[in-house]
């Protein structure tokens, strides 16, 4: 029965993350942490851990499904890269030093309102309008966003989807299915060092919820890569929209009510 109720958790854990990782950008790790620890009694550390190792393939495949579609910018997103990777092992640290915590409500109410954004005000960038962007502003912007994205995703052990995603959109000046396609991408180097990070400061976590939960993130990850690339973007403004909002607002709800 045991078996059965953790088989559970890590498939709907892992259908929420990874279609929000393929359509929306977002880190797998701000669905799957929060339903392992509330779900299943996991120490927060922990499940943090296992939420950013089932973001690695899932934003990998995803990240691949937008390159095969054109929407994916690898030569100027190396500086938000290699800033949010290093902040990334920083945030760890921190996190680490706290005594164990409910999934911050901070993170979750952001996420309401850049969802918010998306809905009511949809990013309408051009690929051109993002390419006339001067080269050192764009250096600036990405050193100081992925710094805070960076912490952020070690920190609240989110990939930081979707901060990486307002980042590009609000002031990098991506168009959206690109800056879906990059912030996956990024993520996919982040949540890697982030698992890293946790499994050598915290111990191995629990091997089989986190193989389910790879293998569950990994497969609806893949399906919403394929359907968001064929979407408009207007249209992928709303989903956006929709699953974070969507997504903070039950998360909010387990954690004050159950």
Request: with cysteine; aromatic share 8%.
């Amino acid at each position: 029965m045991e078996l059965l109720v953790k088989i559970i958790v890590c498939f709907f854990a892992g259908a929420g993350a990874g279609i929000g990782t393929g359509f929306a950008g977002m880190s797998a790790a701000a669905i799957v942490g929060p339903m392992l620890a509330t779900f299943l009694g996991m120490a927060p550390y922990q499940a943090i851990g296992i939420g950013l190792a089932s973001d690695v393939l899932a934003s990998a495949i995803s990240a691949w499904t937008y390159k095969k579609n054109k929407n994916l910018d690898v030569k100027n997103s190396l500086v938000l890269l290699i800033c949010v990777l290093c902040m990334t092992v920083v945030g760890s640290l921190i996190a680490k030093m706290l005594p164990d915590r409910a999934m911050g409500t901070t993170t979750q109410i952001a996420m309401v309102f850049i969802g918010l954004r998306f809905l009511l005000k949809p990013v309408q960038n051009t690929k051109e309008q993002m390419a006339a962007v001067e080269p050192r502003e764009r250096i600036i912007k990405s050193a100081i966003g992925g710094c805070l994205v960076g912490f952020i995703c070690g920190f609240v052990g989110a990939g930081g989807g979707m901060m990486l995603l307002f980042v590009l959109t609000s002031f990098l000046g991506y168009e959206m299915h690109m800056a879906v396609g990059t912030s996956v991408f990024i993520m996919a180097f982040t949540a890697f060092t982030g698992s890293v990070s946790h499994v050598m400061i915290g111990g191995m976590p629990d091997v089989q919820a986190m193989l389910l939960c790879i293998v569950f993130t990994l497969l609806w990850a893949r399906i919403a890569a394929v359907i968001a690339n064929k979407a408009s973007a207007i249209t992928l403004n709303r989903v956006v929209g929709i699953v974070m909002i969507t997504t903070s607002a039950v998360i909010l709800a387990v954690n004050y009510l159950i």
